[in-house]
């Protein structure tokens, strides 16, 4: 194979307990004036207390935006933006999990660039660098510490829309694992799998031809040395702790190497993108208001079970990275089970009548679609989709076997 990597992440990358006392001086660089986004409950807990008091000791002015919500609707963008429009930050500082993250992404953006959200749904159509952003993650999950995309509610559509460019990554990460101690069980297993589907399906992503169109039209552009180097780490740490941090909370070492594992995962998907799993979630969170994490999770297993036939030596590597203790789609599939997700699609409460439409919905993510390592269409998506209803991964290596 070709030798062929990219990375592109966050300028400075701080990880381990106590890092959130960083910030102050890491924000001072930037300048004086900070506008600190988080939501009404990370406001509450004694790690946002860490990061305003380090900010206001190092003598900063800080304005707070607890505005964000869940899915960064168009009322929190504006309210936020119109704090920064008032306050003229000269840093932007995230503490929360990905839709904290996200919506501080789009209003260091629209900060910087003016306009309005859907300007910028057109990937790599961000036209400079944004406002020097500081992500601290509260969640092991989404990996948006390190990641060049924000996913936002349209205010016209209600529909999730991403926006893409490489100009969206923090700066600064600033991991304390100190900061997802207070997360909840139910949270910290729907994030902590979701982490999880970035390692695989960015480890499984497309190969494309290496060209310099390919890597500079947009920021995820397929399977590659780094990211691959990247997610087999992630998927390895996240594997250890996962079960055990669902379990137990206050586990700081399982709270360690979730964070680890998920921002690994989200410099490495970062760069190769994400594909089915997360293509499908769309459809299915739509249908059921389900979290995205529960969605990515549970369709995790049939993805891998769908794409073995195109990437057995892939799933031979995640085996050992995973440590396995057998077939590593039977592994993914029982880890969900043991941290509590639905059994299946039937089990949220979809018809088996509606999973044509959520295939044809589906197919509509065509850069998650065509990121998946074997083609895709709706008749094969709907397979998928009727593997999960069932709860039965093996209904695919049926179909992969008829094949061949
Ligand atoms: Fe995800």
């Known amino acids: 194979m070709t030798p062929f990597a990219v990375l592109r992440a966050p300028s400075q990358v701080l990880f381990g307990t106590g890092m959130a006392e960083a910030t102050g001086r890491v924000a001072a660089t930037y300048g004086r004036r900070v506008l600190l986004i988080t939501d009404p409950i990370i406001a509450g807990t004694p790690g946002f207390g860490t990061v305003e008091t380090a900010l206001r000791a190092a003598g900063l002015d800080v304005a707070v935006s607890t505005d964000a919500e869940v899915d960064v609707p168009s009322t929190s963008v504006d309210a936020t933006v119109a704090l920064g429009l008032e306050t003229q930050p000269d840093v932007v500082v995230a503490v929360g999990g990905g839709s904290v993250i996200d919506l501080a992404k789009v209003t260091a953006l629209l900060l910087a660039h003016g306009g309005k959200l859907s300007d910028y749904y057109t990937v790599n159509s961000v036209p400079g660098p944004i406002l020097p952003l500081i992500a601290l993650p509260t969640t092991a999950g989404t990996g948006s510490e390190a990641t060049p995309v924000a996913v936002i509610t349209d205010p016209d559509t209600q529909m999730k829309m991403g926006v893409a460019s490489s ?36 480890y499984m992503a497309a190969a494309n031809e290496p060209t310099a169109d390919l890597v500079l039209s947009r920021p995820q552009i397929g399977k590659n040395g780094l990211s691959d180097t990247l997610a087999l780490s ?4 996240i594997a250890a702790n996962l079960e055990r941090v669902v379990q137990n909370g206050d586990d700081l070492e399982a709270r360690s190497g979730m964070l680890y594992g998920s921002l690994l995962a989200g410099i490495a998907f970062g760069n190769s993108g994400v594909s089915t799993a997360h293509a499908l979630q769309f459809a299915v969170g739509a249908a059921t208001h389900t979290s995205h994490g529960l969605g990515t ?32 789609v039977e592994h993914v599939h029982a880890l969900g089970q043991r941290i509590g ?6 089990a949220i409460g979809i018809e088996h009548d509606a999973l044509r439409g959520m295939a044809e919905a589906s197919i509509g993510f065509k850069r998650l679609v065509d990121n998946n390592p074997r083609p895709l269409d709706v008749p094969a998506l709907e397979r998928i989709l009727d593997a999960a209803w069932h709860g039965q991964p093996a209904r695919l290596s049926e179909e992969a076997a008829s094949v061949g």
């Open 341 to 346: 997700l639905p059994a299946s699609l039937a």
């Open 234 to 237: 992630a998927a390895g740490h």
């Open 167 to 202: 100009h969206l990554i923090p700066r600064d990460a600033i991991c304390d694992p100190m900061l997802t101690l207070g997360a909840p069980a139910t949270v910290t297993a729907h994030s902590g799998i979701d982490a999880l589907s970035h390692a695989i399906e960015g």
């Open 297 to 328: 999770g549970l369709l995790l297993p049939y993805v891998m079970e769908f794409n073995r036939p195109a990437r057995p030596d892939d799933l031979s590597a995640l085996a050992i990275a995973m440590d396995s203790p057998g077939d590593v």
